[in-house]
């Protein structure tokens, strides 16, 4: 990334909380009701986001105070939708709002849409409570600023690297067990063993005892060992805040500190931990949170 662009450091909730005079929640203002080309909100947010742009790339500052927009996705729309009608561009709305890539938001998900194009660099907030400010906004119409208090760091008229937009889009990750097949999704589902619904937060991948368990991306090793009901357990870190996760092993051919390349046989299928049967679980996490393999590539 560029060093010579300055940046800004803002809090989330006060930028939310003092437009319009409204002290409490989000302003009316802020939201934004349609993408149609006539909505007063979104021709503003629009004007602002293109003189923005023009001073942040002129003197390195913006023209207009920043601030942040929420909308919330109706059907059959999606985050390339949001991304046309606003004018606002792919990095900014996933570096904001935390997205692991494209998929991440649907219809009924609330997005934070700032009104200047640029990369935002979390700066003590977590993934989770940006989650959670979105989740507040979605479940009662108002955004929850005390969840957001905390400073994010902000580069105007930046983008991400090609290779953390190459991450995003799911260009990255390769399957660890091609040829295997997908016994349980991501998502809620009927336990196996308790028989009571719960969430899975990755996919099982079927295949027999010692089939070989292939590095999805490169990486370092942080974990490999025992880890209670996932078994032999390998944790890989990855660029960007992205890990992978690796359960049920019968063998481990790495050990934590290694440094692995995507394809790389990292060890054997198994049934350790909490299983019925022989399964790779395998999950793809950006900043500790789970999020759907099925996103990243087809089982």
Do not use: C
């Not at 580069?155 to 295997?180: D, I, K, N, S, T």
């Not at 357990?233 to 359960?247: A, D, M, N, Q, R």
């Amino acid at each position: 990334m560029k060093s010579w662009r300055p940046f800004l450091y803002f809090l989330l909730a006060l930028s939310l909380s003092t437009v319009d005079g409204r002290q409490k929640g989000a302003p009316d203002g802020l939201w934004i009701q349609g993408l149609q080309n006539h909505r007063p909100e979104l021709q503003k947010l629009r004007n602002q986001i293109r003189t923005n742009l023009r001073s942040s790339y002129r003197e390195g500052q913006l023209e207009v105070p920043l601030k942040i927009y929420l909308y919330r996705l109706k059907k059959e729309e999606n985050f390339f939708t949001v991304v046309t009608r606003t004018g606002q561009d792919p990095d900014t709305l996933a570096s904001l709002n935390g997205l692991a890539n494209p998929a991440s938001v649907g219809p009924g998900d609330v997005l934070l849409i700032p009104n200047a194009r640029g990369v935002f660099r979390r700066k003590g907030a977590t993934l989770q409570e940006v989650a959670q400010f979105r989740q507040d906004a979605r479940e009662d119409g108002q955004a929850n600023t005390d969840s957001l208090l905390r400073s994010f760091q902000f580069y105007p008229g930046q983008r991400f690297e090609p290779e953390e937009r190459f991450y995003f889009r799911g260009q990255v990750f390769a399957h660890p067990l091609p040829g295997a097949r997908l016994s349980s999704g991501y998502g809620n589902r009927k336990d196996p063993i308790s028989n009571r619904r719960s969430f899975h937060g990755g996919i099982d991948l079927a295949a027999p005892v010692g089939t070989a368990v292939k590095a999805s991306a490169p990486g370092k090793v942080v974990h490999a060992g025992p880890a209670g009901g996932y078994g032999n357990l390998i944790i890989l870190e990855h660029k960007y805040e992205y890990t992978t996760y690796y359960g049920h092993l019968s063998k481990l051919n790495v050990k934590k500190g290694d440094v692995v390349q995507q394809g790389q046989k990292i060890g054997e299928v198994g049934k350790t931990g909490r299983v019925t049967g022989p399964h790779l679980h395998f999950e793809i996490r950006k900043d500790g949170n789970q999020t759907s393999p099925t996103k990243f590539f087809h089982p």
